[in-house]
């Protein structure tokens, strides 16, 4: 049986502040009741994930960026075809495209929580700030996962 809610995290353990959003889901697995929620990482989104959408009612994606200020990131995904649709490394709007392509309907409400990370390289441990953006976001993700309300999280990711 599915569960409804998929929170996914992708990125590589081995690539410093890239393991960002195994990590915080790691940080979930330890501290949050999983009973409606399913883990699912992956070193990067591919088209095939698409399908693990199918019966969801709410879908997390978690990932490291360098694209924004603060700590962290929080906002509402939507279908998108963009130059990753072609690739084997897909955006999580990509995804979402692909899952509308081939399932003829919307795809669940999917969210975007993206981590401040500044070091990427092979090898290395994650960097000072990345720790205390990590830190930051395991208090935010506890919250949003203790209410797990679709209304509170557009609201939430509308301060984004």
Not at 31 to 40: F, S
Not at 73 to 96: G, W
Request: net charge negative.
């Amino acid at each position: 049986m599915v569960k409804p809610i998929l929170l996914f995290g992708y990125g590589n353990l081995s690539r410093g502040d890239d393991a960002l959003g195994p990590l915080l889901l790691q940080y979930v697995e330890d501290k949050v009741c999983l009973e409606a929620i399913e883990i699912l990482t992956d070193f990067q989104l591919q088209i095939e994930h698409a399908l693990d959408l199918e019966n969801r009612t709410l879908v997390l994606f978690v990932d490291a960026s360098v694209s924004f200020i603060g700590a962290f990131d929080f906002t509402e995904l939507t279908p998108a075809r963009d130059n990753s649709y072609t690739t084997h490394a897909m955006s999580p709007a990509a995804v979402l495209a692909v899952y509308q392509e081939i399932k003829k309907q919307t795809p669940p409400p999917c969210f975007l929580l993206s981590i401040k990370g500044e070091s990427f390289e092979l090898g290395e441990g994650l960097s000072a700030n990345a720790k205390d953006n990590l830190a930051q976001v395991c208090r935010f993700t506890e919250q949003l996962l203790q209410n797990i309300d679709i209304k509170r999280w557009r609201v939430l990711a509308s301060y984004a």
